[in-house]
């Protein structure tokens, strides 16, 4: 039951990403970026290594794409900023992980937040014109 429930649900996931448009997908790698991390925090708390290391590789995966889809052109000094604060927590993730450091993985957090919570109020007007 829980099997076809799991396979359920990454099917509904697939498919809406598949019919997101660009804006929507940087808003859904955001919001799975901090689930990673903070399941991370939660696999340490109860030494649950394997899963630590997985989500916290995720987590590094989804910061690739987000600074593979900057703009440098368009974006400037933004995508700059932005490239920086990425390589700065995935370096950070790296460390987390190899010291189990729950509090470093929270600090990720608090500066991913502001990025996620700026990028969620663009106005729609302006969400049709991202693009990667």
């Not at 076809?4 to 799975?32: C, D, I, R």
């Not at 696999?43 to 593979?68: M, P, Q, Y």
């Amino acid at each position: 039951m829980a099997h076809a429930s799991l396979k359920k649900y990454q099917q509904t996931t697939k498919s809406a990403a598949q019919q997101a448009t660009p804006y929507q997908l940087v808003a859904m790698l955001f919001q799975k970026l901090l689930d990673n991390i903070s399941t991370a925090k939660g696999a340490i708390s109860r030494n649950d290594f394997d899963k630590k290391g997985t989500e916290i590789s995720n987590a590094i995966a989804i910061i690739g794409v987000l600074e593979g889809s900057l703009d440098f052109e368009q974006g400037g000094e933004i995508s700059e900023n932005l490239a920086a604060l990425y390589k700065f927590c995935s370096d950070e993730l790296f460390v987390a992980s190899a010291a189990n450091d729950i509090d470093k993985l929270e600090s990720i957090i608090q500066i991913i937040l502001p990025i996620k919570s700026g990028w969620d109020g663009i106005p729609f007007e302006e969400q049709n014109k991202v693009s990667f």
